[in-house]
């Protein structure tokens, strides 16, 4: 039986960019969630939404307790409901990212899900602003809401695949693709092949200088991204 490839993309600053929107929630969302007003900013930059929220409550004075970190999540996914109508307006898709989506969905080999810092909810809410959920099994999904560590989201997502697909994923055929060393670090620790494009903070020498097997400047060749994800 032919072995399949597990491709797990990042979302922000890989296939979309909500720069500045995602960020603005947090002022309200805090608030609703702890009654004060937020001093310091969170720090984002390929991490998990439980390490930021964590961080965030910390730098402001507040202990990071399950409960108030459970009601911060639920009021961000609020904020992300009200705004989602402003998204294709406000946010926008990143070159080749549909294209991308598109060829690896027409090829039988590969399956398509997200290992991403988001909360499950605003990763639906983000992708389907533009029609990305489409291709992608968002039910297999490493998501933010597990664990501080980004690396612990890639085994928890090749689990899941594994027990839907009823076959195990060899580490070297599973593909993380991102922006950040954090998705280099999340792919090379768990010995998995990690693609990584330059559309975020990030230059092409430091994702290179990270480790990662490929570097991109973009997903806009879509050849180029077939062929680094095949290998």
């Given at each position: 039986m032919t072995k399949k490839r597990l491709v797990l993309w990042d979302i922000d600053h890989t296939l979309v960019d909500f720069t500045e929107l995602g960020s603005a929630w947090y002022a309200t969302a805090f608030t609703a969630a702890t009654g004060a007003t937020l001093r310091v900013n969170p720090v984002f930059g390929g991490r998990t939404e439980l390490a930021t929220t964590t961080d965030l409550l910390t730098a402001n004075g507040f202990e990071a307790a399950p409960e108030t970190i459970e009601a911060l999540f639920k009021a961000l996914v609020a904020e992300s409901e009200r705004a989602a109508h402003r998204f294709p307006v406000e946010a926008r898709v990143l070159p080749g990212a549909a294209e991308a989506l598109t060829a690896f969905a027409g090829h039988d080999g590969v399956v398509q899900t997200l290992v991403t810092g988001n909360l499950p909810e605003i990763s639906r809410h983000k992708l389907a602003a533009f029609g990305l959920q489409e291709h992608l099994d968002l039910e297999i999904g490493g998501y933010g809401t597990l664990s501080v560590h980004?690396?612990?989201?890639?085994?928890?997502?090749?689990?899941?695949?594994?027990?839907?697909h009823g076959t195990e994923f060899d580490a070297d055929e599973v593909v993380v693709i991102g922006d950040t060393p954090n998705d280099v670090k999340a792919a090379l620790d768990n010995g998995a092949v990690?693609?990584?494009v330059a559309t975020g903070h990030f230059s092409a020498g430091e994702l290179s200088a990270?480790?990662?097997?490929?570097?991109?400047p973009d997903l806009a060749d879509t050849d180029a991204v077939r062929a680094a994800v095949l290998r």
């Open positions: 980004r690396p612990d989201l890639v085994p928890h997502a090749m689990g899941l695949a594994a027990a839907k990690s693609v990584a990270a480790g990662a097997h490929t570097v991109l």
